[in-house]
């Protein structure tokens, strides 16, 4: 497994470390991933979760360490919250 995650990290171009911080409870992430999935901005999402969890090796455990992260991203984070909140992303 880890082989295979070492090569789609060269193959995206992307460090790949293991955060200290892992495992996490990653509902809020996929409940994000879930919201922009037929957006323009899915892999802008997507590109920004990974990059904080495997790469950056932040907390993503933490709401204000999401939120941070995701704004950096040019993310409003309240949206986000509010995005995965909703009725459709739950089901």
Known sequence: MQ???QHFAE???MPLSFSPNFPINTLLLMRGTV??????RFQAYLTAVFSALWSKELDMNQ????AKGLSKA?????EVLNNCNTAAVKD
């Open 3 to 5: 082989l295979d995650l």
């Open 63 to 66: 709401p204000e360490v999401v």
């Open 11 to 13: 193959e995206y171009a």
């Open 35 to 40: 919201s922009y999935l037929y957006s323009p």
């Open 74 to 78: 040019g993310f409003d984070p309240q």
